[in-house]
């Protein structure tokens, strides 16, 4: 799902870090942690491409916490 701007960042020259439940799935390009806090660590732009509301709340505290 977040593939199709993801990919705009990496050809612009942009490290992408990423947290996903399909990380086989993504860019071999791409550097997969193991969750939200990790993909924000030092990041100067966090970007999210989740389902629903409930999602939202889990990965932006998640983020919140660890900053």
């Known amino acids: 799902m977040g593939a199709p701007p993801g990919g705009a960042s990496d050809r612009g ?4 870090v990423v947290s996903s ?3 086989a799935a993504l860019p071999a390009e ?3 942690v193991s ?4 993909a924000a ?3 100067d732009v966090i970007c999210t ?3 629903d509301s409930e999602e939202v709340r889990t990965v932006v505290g ?3 916490t660890a900053a």
């Open 13 to 16: 020259g942009h490290d992408v």
């Open 21 to 23: 439940r399909a990380p």
């Open 30 to 32: 791409w550097h997969t």
């Open 35 to 38: 969750g939200p806090a990790a």
């Open 41 to 43: 660590d030092g990041a």
């Open 49 to 51: 491409v989740l389902p």
């Open 62 to 64: 998640e983020v919140l």
